[in-house]
C-alpha cells in the first residue's frame, strides 16, 4: 500500500548558492506519496488525497516534510570519543583517536559501535552518511551491515595508513590495497551500500600506499575515493615535509592518482589558488565539517567554494562535537558570519541536503524530494521547544520558522525518520 504523508514539504529545483532562495519548493500544505520505496508523488494535500484515495495516510500537520539529512564525512569508529578536550589535530589523533581505533580489531566491539552509531544518526534524521572504518576489514564489515539492516544507503571505506601511525594501527602499501579490493568486491552495490577508498590523510601514508590505491581506483571507477587536505597549518607544514617534491597538498594526491571527479575531500581550509583551481577543473568534492574545525581550532572555511565546487556538509564525528546535523548548520552559519557571509537558511538546508548528496555524487537518488527519488525523510516539528515554538509563532515565511530551528533545534526536532520508504522512529 502506498503512504501519503501530510505536512508542509520543502525541497529544491536548483542551487541556492547559485539562483538564491527561490531555488527552494516550499508546499505549505503539501503531500509526498511514497510507494516501493520511492516518492512516487509530490504535491498540495488536496490534489494528492483525491488522487490517491486508498493511500494510507500519514498527517504530520503544520511539521515540515524534507529530505533526510546526508552527514558526507564522518568517522563512526570515533562515536565513543565524541567531545573529548582536545588541543590541535595531531595531539587529538594520538589521544584519542589511534587509541580508540586499535579496538576494533575485535568484532564484537566494532558491531556495538557501528550500530550505537548509527541508532543515534537516525535520531537526528540523518538517513545517509560517509564513513571512514578504521585500518581492519572487521570495522568495515560491522559498519555495512549494521546500515545494512536499517537498510540505509550508506558509504564507507576501510581506512589505510602505513606509517606515522601506531603499531597495529598500520598496514602496507600491499596489504591496503589487497583488503580494500576485498571489501570492496563483498559490499560495493551491494543493496544500498558504496564502498569507498579511504586513504586517511598524505602524512599516514606513504607515496607507495597512495599509489596502490590510486590504481585500485582506476581498476574501480564507480567508487568514491575519500581523504582529508588542508585541515590544519601545521599539519600543512607536515606535508610539505613529508613531500619535498610536491607543489602543494593536494598534488600529493594528484600525482597517485588520487584527484578526480569522485575525490571527496574533507575540511580543505586552507587551499592554494592552485589547489582551488585544479579542485574545480577535476570536478572535485569538498566537505565542510565545521563543529571540527572550531572545535580542534582547524579554521575558517571559505563557503565562496560553493558557487563553483560540489561542497557537502558533515559533522565530522567525532572530532566534530555533534551528531546533529541542525547543529552542524548551525555551526556552519557561524563560521560565514565571521568570513562576512550570512548564508541563507535555504543554502544551509542544501548543504545538508542536496549539496551533501551531490558531494557524493548520489544526487540522482537522495537528498531531495522530487519522483523517483528514494524516500528517505525527515520529518521536522518547527516548535520542538519552547524557545523555538516562541520564535517560529512569528515567523513570516518558511525561512523565517525554520531558521530557530536551525541555530536552536536537536534531535528533539526530528518527529520521524523514513528510510527507503519505511518509517523507522
Keep these: 500500500m502506498a503512504d501519503l504523508l501530510l505536512g508542509q514539504v520543502l525541497c529544491f529545483g536548483d542551487d541556492p548558492f547559485v539562483v538564491g532562495p527561490d531555488a527552494a519548493r516550499h508546499e505549505a500544505h503539501g503531500a509526498v506519496l511514497v510507494e516501493n520505496g520511492k516518492i512516487a508523488a509530490v504535491g498540495s494535500a488536496e490534489a494528492l488525497r483525491a488522487a490517491h484515495p486508498q493511500a494510507r495516510i500519514t498527517d504530520y500537520g503544520r511539521k515540515l516534510i524534507s529530505a533526510g539529512f546526508i552527514d558526507a564525512h564522518v568517522h563512526y569508529p570515533q562515536t565513543a570519543i565524541i567531545a573529548s578536550w582536545g588541543k590541535r589535530l595531531i595531539d587529538w589523533l594520538n589521544s584519542y583517536t ?43 564489515d560491522a559498519f555495512f551491515t549494521a546500515a545494512q539492516a536499517r537498510g540505509l544507503r550508506a558509504f564507507a571505506g576501510k581506512t589505510c595508513m602505513d606509517r606515522n601511525a601506531p603499531e597495529g594501527l598500520r598496514d602496507t602499501a600491499q596489504s591496503a590495497y589487497d583488503d580494500s579490493k576485498r571489501l570492496l568486491q563483498r559490499w560495493h552495490g551491494v543493496e544500498r551500500l558504496s564502498y569507498v577508498i579511504t586513504p586517511r590523510f598524505s602524512p599516514t601514508s606513504t607515496p607507495e600506499q597512495l599509489a596502490a590505491l590510486g590504481a585500485l581506483w582506476r581498476e574501480h571507477p564507480d567508487c568514491l575515493m575519500q581523504t582529508h587536505l588542508s585541515e590544519q597549518t601545521d599539519e600543512i607544514a607536515w606535508v610539505k615535509e613529508l613531500f619535498p617534491q610536491s607543489r602543494d597538498y593536494l598534488d600529493t594526491y594528484e600525482a597517485q592518482g588520487l584527484l578526480r571527479e569522485g575525490a571527496v575531500y574533507g575540511h580543505a581550509i586552507h587551499l592554494t589558488p592552485r589547489e582551488q583551481d585544479r579542485l574545480r577543473e577535476a570536478g572535485a568534492s569538498v566537505v565542510h565539517c565545521p563543529t571540527s574545525n572550531t572545535f580542534i581550532g582547524s579554521g575558517l572555511f571559505d563557503m565562496g567554494l560553493a558557487q563553483s565546487l560540489r561542497v557537502g556538509l558533515a559533522t565530522d564525528t567525532g572530532g566534530g562535537s555533534s551528531f546533529s546535523m541542525l547543529h552542524t548548520m548551525a555551526a556552519a552559519y557561524e563560521v560565514a558570519q565571521l568570513r562576512g557571509q550570512a548564508l541563507h537558511p535555504s543554502q544551509l538546508w542544501w548543504l545538508a541536503t542536496v549539496g551533501s548528496a551531490r558531494a557524493l555524487h548520489a544526487e540522482t537518488k537522495i537528498g531531495n524530494i522530487a519522483v523517483g527519488m528514494e524516500a528517505d525523510l525527515t520529518i521536522i516539528d518547527l516548535a520542538s521547544t519552547p524557545a523555538i515554538e516562541q520564535a517560529t509563532r512569528r515567523a513570516g515565511d518558511i525561512w523565517q520558522a525554520l531558521f530557530p530551528t536551525i541555530m536552536l533545534g536537536d534531535d528533539r526536532a526530528i518527529a520521524a525518520t523514513w528510510v527507503g520508504g519505511k518509517v523507522t522512529r
Design 98 to 140: 589511534f587509541p580508540e581505533e586499535m579496538r576494533f580489531a575485535d568484532r564484537a566491539y566494532a558491531d556495538e559501535v557501528a550500530n550505537r552509531y548509527l541508532d543515534l544518526a537516525l535520531a537526528h534524521g540523518t538517513t545517509s552518511m560517509c564513513s571512514y572504518a578504521t585500518i581492519h576489514p572487521e570495522s568495515v
